[in-house]
C-alpha cells in the first residue's frame, strides 16, 4: 500500500473507532449499534479495491478487538472486516463514479448484515452465545437500519478523500466534479448536475458565437 493510502486509512479509522466507542456506542439505541467503522472500511474499499480492501478491513478489526471496552477474543472482528473489505472492493465501480444510490445501498446493507452474521458465526465457534440471548433476527434488522441511515454522511465523504489522496482526476477541487459521489448517493444518479453541465456549455457556446460576430462586424466597419 501506498504511504499517502496508509496515513489516510489510519486516521480515518482512528477517527472512526472514537467516534463508535465514545459517541455511537453510549446512545443505548435498542438492538445494534450503528457501525461507523464498517462503513469507514467500505467507503476506502470502494475506492482502493479488494486487496487493500481486506488489508485495511484487517487493521481496522483488529483495532477494535484491542480497544477498550472489547469483551470479546482478539482477531473476531478483525476477521470479520477482512472479509467484508476484501467483498467490498471486488464491487468496485469501473468507472471511479457512482451514479446511483441502489448500488451503494445495497453494498451497505448486504455488509451490516453479513457483518452480523459472520461475528455471530465466529462467536459461536468459539463459545459465545450472546446473539442468542439477544436475538439475531433484531440485530440484523437494526443493524442494516442504523448503517443504512448513517452511510450517506459517512461513505461518499471517505470516498473523496480517499481519491483526492490518490490524485484522482475525479477528486479535483471543482465542486461539480467532487459531487459526483455524494450525487449518486443522495439524488439517486438523476442526471440533474449533467444536465446542469450541458446547459452550461450551451450558454458559453451562445456568447463566444456573439462575441465572434461582434468581431467581424466591426472589421467590417473598418
Not at 455511537?24 to 467500505?42: E, F, M, N, S, Y
Not at 472489547?70 to 468507472?95: M, T
Request: proline share 5%; charged share 15%.
Amino acid at each position: 500500500m501506498r504511504v499517502n493510502r496508509i496515513l489516510l486509512s489510519s486516521s480515518l479509522i482512528v477517527v472512526a473507532l472514537v467516534i463508535q466507542v465514545s459517541v455511537l456506542a453510549r446512545l443505548h439505541l435498542p438492538g445494534a449499534v450503528p457501525d461507523l467503522l464498517l462503513l469507514t472500511v467500505l467507503g476506502l474499499a470502494l475506492v482502493y479495491g479488494h486487496v487493500s480492501g481486506a488489508l485495511i478491513g484487517f487493521a481496522a478489526g483488529l483495532l477494535a478487538d484491542l480497544a477498550p471496552p472489547a469483551d470479546h477474543a482478539a482477531g473476531r472482528y478483525a476477521l470479520v472486516l477482512c472479509v467484508i473489505g476484501y467483498l467490498a472492493g471486488l464491487v468496485k465501480p469501473e468507472s471511479g463514479q457512482v451514479k446511483s444510490a441502489t448500488g451503494p445501498m445495497v453494498v451497505v446493507v448486504a455488509a451490516a448484515v453479513g457483518s452480523t452474521l459472520l461475528y455471530a458465526g465466529v462467536g459461536a465457534l468459539v463459545g459465545d452465545t450472546a446473539a442468542r440471548h439477544v436475538g439475531l433476527g433484531g440485530l440484523l434488522f437494526t443493524a442494516a437500519l442504523y448503517d443504512l441511515l448513517l452511510a450517506p454522511f459517512v461513505v461518499p465523504g471517505v470516498m473523496a478523500l480517499a481519491r483526492r489522496a490518490e490524485n484522482d482526476p475525479l477528486a479535483e477541487t471543482n465542486p461539480a466534479k467532487s459531487g459526483d459521489i455524494a450525487s449518486g448517493w443522495l439524488s439517486g444518479g438523476t442526471g440533474l448536475r449533467i444536465g446542469g453541465q450541458r446547459g452550461g456549455l450551451r450558454v458559453k457556446a451562445a456568447r463566444a458565437r456573439v462575441a465572434r460576430a461582434g468581431r467581424i462586424k466591426g472589421v467590417k466597419r473598418l
